[in-house]
Structures are given as C-alpha cells and as structure tokens.
C-alpha cells in the first residue's frame, strides 16, 4: 500500500460563480494550466456516534474518472483517494482568519473503492453524505484553482498561501467579502433551506 502524504495546513478559500464561461477566460487571463476535468464522487464516513463531525473532523474516500465535456463519464478507469481532515492546532491570541485553514492528509488508494468502502465499514465506520462534483484545476506557480460544479452552484476553490490567494481572488474580481469558508455540505443544506426542501445527499439527477 502507497504511504500517505505527510500532513500539510491546507488553507484555502471558495468563491460563488454565477457565470462560467466569464471565469473561464479570466483564469485564462491569469496564465494558469488547466488540467483534465474530472467527475468527483465524494462520501464522507464517521463513527455511529458522530465522533469525527463532533471534533470537526472529516474522512473522505473520492473516486475521480475522467469526465470531458459532453461526454458520459461511466466505464473509465477510477483513481481512489482517502483524505482525512482535522482543525489545525489553535494559536495563542490568535484572530478569526477569513481563510478555511485545516491539517490534511491524502492517500491514493491502491485496493478499487469497493473495496475501500468495505474496509471502512470494517473499521466501525459508515457513510454519512455523498456528493457529487464536476472539477476542473487550474495550476499557478504557488496557487491552485479547483472550478466546481456541483448541483448546488458553481463554486472556484482557490487554495495555497494567503497573498496568493488574495492576489488572484483581486485579479479574477472579487474582494475579501467574497471569500466563503463553508464546506460542500454547509452549501447545498443552505440551497436545500432556500428549495424547502429536506437535506439528503448532493447528488447530480441520473439522465
């Protein structure tokens, strides 16, 4: 098995998108690589007792396929990642940050997300909310952008160091008041409240 990424302060910050094509081309503007969009089937697994929610904690097992536009994206080949999530550690007098900072740590999975999910549920552990996601990456030299479909709203993650990522939230046309630190969660069951309708899991209609 793969050894895990060692644990990095992810930090990072999400922006509302109302108009696609519009971001598109100022991304373009800024010179970024852009990277093949991919489909992201994402499920969050907690304890019975909610033991990691309680803590503000996160385990995430994703499943990537390749997902051109326009294009069904089933029968391609999976990459399976198991992300887990926690607070960072709290500094003394620290201030509120503007920023969504947690510690994080990846592992690409080298067993099908069958069977990952199984070992999960082996472990005590079961799904709680599964969301779905089209994502399309934008690399810059100290900054990544993740542009976010989801069947809540669109959303652009832009994540690395703080100047960065306000050097290039300023140059795509949005100030600091724009910055959301809410998860996908927090997102679509403030879409459900809006809908009326009861929160279940984020997931795109079957066509």
Request: proline share 8%.
């Amino acid at each position: 098995m793969p050894k895990p990424k060692k644990t990095n302060p992810e930090i990072e910050i999400k922006l509302h998108i109302t108009n696609i094509p519009k971001i598109l081309l100022k991304i373009k503007n800024l010179r970024a690589t852009p990277q093949s969009r991919l489909r992201e089937q994402n499920t969050l697994y907690d304890t019975p007792e909610s033991q990691l929610r309680r803590r503000k904690m996160l385990l995430r097992l994703r499943v990537e396929t390749s997902a051109p536009r326009n294009a069904p994206s089933t029968n391609r080949e999976e990459r399976v990642i198991v992300t887990s999530k926690a607070p960072p550690v709290p500094q003394r007098n620290s201030k509120p940050s503007r920023y969504k900072i947690r510690a994080e740590r990846e592992q690409v999975a080298s067993i099908s997300s069958l069977q990952y999910a199984k070992t999960l549920i082996s472990l005590g552990f079961r799904p709680t909310f599964r969301y779905d996601k089209f994502r399309t990456t934008f690399r810059l030299p100290n900054l990544h952008l993740d542009l976010d479909e989801t069947p809540a709203g669109t959303y652009l993650e832009l994540e690395g160091q703080p100047k960065a990522i306000d050097r290039a939230a300023k140059s795509l046309g949005f100030t600091k008041k724009d910055y959301l630190r809410a998860t996908y969660w927090d997102l679509y069951a403030a879409d459900c409240r809006r809908r009326g309708t009861k929160p279940k899991n984020m997931l795109f209609r079957a066509k």
